[in-house]
């Protein structure tokens, strides 16, 4: 959790908690940009935060919307997504009375390669 800790600079204010209706990051393996898709009913404050292994914050974001809320993630610096990587992504929906009040996570490889096979 402690990697989800940190300044969004968004309100809280006129959140509420909903029901999640999905939630995925897209392609994975991705290469240089990745885009995460969440869909909830109400307005939240979204967090994502990209990790290497050792749970060094390598990207962070954050977003508040309501319905659809796509945000792409650009993975171009190779220093901290290489080629033939893992990372992990950390999300979490907040609202008001209710920080991170649900939390996930997924792997993500990053690759160049046009074959999914060739990846792993």
Not at 79 to 95: E, G, K, Q
């Amino acid at each position: 959790m402690a990697v989800l800790n940190f300044n969004t600079n968004l309100s809280l204010t006129n959140t509420a908690v909903d029901t999640i209706q999905g939630v995925l990051a897209y392609p994975n393996p991705a290469w240089n940009e990745q885009l995460f898709y969440c869909r909830v009913g109400d307005s939240n404050v979204v967090k994502i935060v990209y990790v290497d292994s050792m749970l060094r914050v390598l990207k962070d974001t954050a977003v508040k919307g309501k319905g659809t809320v796509l945000v792409p993630i650009l993975l171009m610096d190779k220093t901290l997504f290489p080629d033939h990587s893992s990372r992990r992504v950390y999300f979490s929906l907040s609202a008001e009375g209710h920080p991170d009040y649900a939390v996930g996570y997924g792997d993500v490889r990053i690759c160049s390669q046009t074959s999914t096979t060739d990846c792993f």
